[in-house]
């Protein structure tokens, strides 16, 4: 008795976790509660401000001004917040939301026509605002759960290759021009640029020019009559490169235009090689929708008319409307004005990038710009010819300009490598480069499919998928606590926190829940009670081969490890192949099904070995454990 004395208190305490892991799971569980919670408290009515114009900026003054403008209008709201590009109130019905974006429209946009700000309806959510301030928010729901429009645009791509060849005829037209070189005339044909030439030595001198100025273009010689010809294709790989580059900058163009609509969490994504989907969770004015979608902005560079900028009498007649003859009245960024000349110097076409970036000698933020060859000629002639004036820089849409910036030119500058710098913090830089480079779309766009989820629709999905999983999860608990007893109870408890992290993890990482997305955390579920099952049957089997209870549990729990982390981790690999290769609907179920492998392993080993342990760890003189009917052989 002396000698086994020693061996069972070793096995009493293999049952019983040390203090820190004890509080790792206490832990785990208080954070996976408070990041859940924000899910349980729906969302209010709100109305969404966003600027819609660069030299406008969403800060505390703007926010100020709608809470002026509700309290005018006698209009009570809860909440108001500004984050990074928004100030949002949170307001108690859908009426009172239909009162405050009349009055704040009304205050904010006096002009409907030359509006300055979106006021947009949206949804908040209703969490308190301690949550909040520990950065535990809802999920997003997506469009099949939460009604929206979907829409699938074909991006042209031939559009994207003839506009650029269009851009290419006028540089080789510059580019021969300054070498001196006779031609009969360039056309573009299709998707080939054709340079006619009267005698072989001209065209042999213009192939050696163009092959070190363009080096995109593939060369060939040809023959109509007695007329010769260079026949200029793109090269495969410059073709795919500026493909690639219309389908980028049409979708981060459609990122930026798509905020005026304050979607909370829109879809926007190439799907295949030309084609982009999005879907506007929440939005069910598809007119409104559809209008911003199709909106078209070009850049203008032109010079500012300094000797008139600087006259007060003459700014005060073009405020009001009374320009000198030739010029526009603009507002900079920061609210000077400033008149600027209509003659356009140079349009968005020859803009080729845009980066944000530092200055090489200041190290203030910058903006780099790069310009096509025939965009570096002339940049360089307008900037010798005009060193101490300003330029600025506009972004015309709807017919109405704005200047995103106007800075001053400080010597002559070639080679196609601009930069605009002064004043300018680096998220602002960063704006600036954004907008010079998406301003307008790289290639036309139509739209070939469109869809209109209803909200009721919505919550009628919400309301499937939640009652599907319940009952799932039910029937599961009412399985295992009757086959296991006290021991399915335990698991039917791990597979709640284990529902409660991945609910939290969902939350934390913001993000988009969709039906293919509920049917993952069922499918969880499902798979998650398969390792309380592994550990119950075998220690069963450890109790019919004459274990004591106490070495049953300790057994059961390190032998059925090795078989819960093989299962999953093959599971694991299917599910990041789908969410390496699948894209939409798989995309979202396959982010829900890692997530929940990953918190099924740690509930179902890590927290219900710490309930079995609080239940029987500290009982040395264990006689049975309440795990069912366990059959021994005669």
Avoid at 7 to 24: A, T, V
Avoid at 125 to 133: E, K, R
Avoid at 425 to 441: C, I, N, P, Q, Y
């Amino acid at each position: 008795m002396d000698v086994l004395a020693p061996h069972f208190y070793r096995l009493s305490k293999m049952n019983r976790y040390p203090l820190w892991k004890n509080i790792l799971v206490l832990v785990a569980l208080i954070l996976g509660l408070l990041y859940t919670l924000p899910n349980f408290f729906g969302e209010a009515p709100a109305v969404q401000v966003t600027s819609v114009k660069a030299t406008i900026k969403v800060d505390g003054s703007l926010q100020t001004r709608v809470e002026e403008a509700l309290k005018t209008a006698a209009i009570p709201y809860q909440t108001a917040t500004l984050d990074v590009a928004s100030v949002r109130v949170r307001l108690a019905d859908t009426d009172t939301q239909l009162k405050a974006r009349d009055a704040i429209e009304k205050a904010l946009n006096p002009e409907p026509e030359n509006a300055s700000y979106s006021v947009a309806l949206n949804l908040v959510s209703n969490s308190p605002q301690w949550l909040a301030s520990i950065g535990a928010k809802p999920m997003y729901l997506g469009l099949d759960l939460r009604g929206g429009v979907h829409f699938l645009l074909q991006v042209d791509m031939k559009g994207a290759l003839t506009k650029r060849l269009d851009s290419i005829s006028a540089d080789l037209r510059s580019l021969l021009r300054e070498k001196n070189i006779r031609h009969g005339g360039i056309t573009r044909e299709g998707q080939s640029i054709t340079i006619r030439f009267r005698d072989a030595e001209a065209r042999d001198k213009a192939r050696a020019v163009l092959a070190d100025g363009q080096p995109d273009l593939l060369l060939n010689d040809a023959q109509d009559g007695a007329d010769l010809k260079l026949v200029a294709l793109l090269k495969p790989e410059a073709g795919k490169r500026i493909q690639e580059y219309a389908i980028k900058q049409n979708t981060v163009t459609l990122h930026n235009r798509i905020n005026e609509l304050g979607v909370a969490e829109p879809v926007i994504q190439q799907q295949g090689v030309d084609r982009i989907v999005v879907q506007l969770p929440g939005v069910q004015d598809t007119a409104k929708a559809k209008d911003i979608l199709g909106r078209t902005a070009t850049l203008e560079v032109r010079m500012v008319d300094d000797e008139a900028s600087g006259n007060p009498s003459v700014m005060d007649l073009a405020a009001r409307g009374q320009p000198p003859v030739g010029t526009e009245y603009y507002v900079e960024r920061g609210g000077r004005p400033l008149l600027v000349k209509k003659q356009v110097v140079l349009t968005g076409e020859r803009l080729t990038d845009a980066q944000p970036g530092f200055d090489g000698q200041t190290h203030e933020p910058a903006v780099h710009l790069t310009l096509d060859s025939a965009g570096a000629r002339i940049f360089k002639d307008v900037t010798r010819e005009s060193v101490g004036k300003r330029m600025a820089i506009l972004l015309i849409e709807k017919g109405k300009g704005e200047v995103v910036t106007a800075p001053v030119i400080r010597s002559e500058i070639g080679g196609g490598r601009v930069q605009i710098s002064g004043r300018m913090t680096t998220t602002e830089a960063a704006d600036v480069a954004l907008l010079l480079r998406a301003g307008s779309l790289a290639a036309p766009m139509e739209i070939i499919e469109e869809r209109t989820i209803g909200p009721s629709l919505g919550a009628d999905n919400i309301s499937k998928g939640f009652n599907s999983t319940l009952w799932g999860f039910t029937a599961i608990a009412v399985f295992m606590s009757v086959y296991y007893l006290v021991f399915g109870f335990v698991s039917v408890l791990a597979l709640s926190a284990n529902l409660l992290f991945l609910v939290a993890l969902l939350s934390l990482l913001q993000a988009t829940l969709t039906l293919p997305g509920i049917a993952a955390v069922a499918l969880a579920l499902g798979m998650a009670i398969d390792a309380n099952v592994l550990i119950n049957e075998r220690i069963r089997e450890e109790l019919r081969n004459g274990n004591t209870p106490q070495a049953a549990i300790a057994a059961g729990y390190e032998r059925a490890w090795g078989t819960i982390l093989d299962s999953n981790v093959t599971t694991l690999i299917a599910g990041v192949a789908l969410l390496i290769f699948g894209s939409g609907a798989v995309r979202g179920f396959a982010v829900v099904h890692c997530l929940g492998i990953l918190t099924s392993i740690f509930s179902s080993v890590v927290v219900s070995r710490a309930l079995v342990n609080f239940i029987y760890g500290r009982r040395r003189k264990l006689e049975a454990l309440a795990i069912g009917h366990v059959w021994k052989p005669v």
